[in-house]
């Protein structure tokens, strides 16, 4: 494990986009089980943790800043159309690294990548 020692101020805060659609890009796609993805203490609000899912690692310019982000997406091989991954093909036509998309930032600042 790595030791963090870097020293982070106030003056690094930058503003906050809520209830804001953003245009955002995938920097970085992960595949794995969900249980990977999540930190242990909200584990227990899933039901399937071996859930096959896709992280996606996205970027969206804000003012003058890179703001980044992710969104998980439940992997099938054969997505359906009623699936996040599905509502996320028939949106963007598909999902790779570099593919422009919207991101909706909602009124706590998290950022989810908008498939409706």
């Known amino acids: 494990m790595e030791i963090f020692n870097k020293k982070i101020t106030k003056s690094e805060i930058i503003a906050s986009p809520t209830d804001e659609i953003l245009t955002g890009v ?17 584990q ?3 039901d399937n943790l071996d859930q096959e899912t896709l992280k ?9 800043k890179i703001i980044k982000g992710s969104d998980r997406l439940a992997y099938y091989e054969k997505p359906m ?4 991954l599905g509502k996320f093909l028939i949106k963007y036509d ?9 991101v909706v930032f909602d009124k706590n600042s998290f950022g989810k990548i908008k498939v409706d």
């Open 26 to 42: 995938i920097t970085n796609i992960e595949k794995g089980v969900l249980k990977e993805f999540l930190n242990e203490g909200v």
């Open 56 to 64: 996606i690692y996205f970027e969206c310019k804000f003012e003058d």
């Open 44 to 46: 227990s609000k899933f």
């Open 81 to 84: 159309s009623n699936s996040k």
């Open 94 to 102: 598909e999902l790779n690294v570099g593919r422009e998309i919207k």
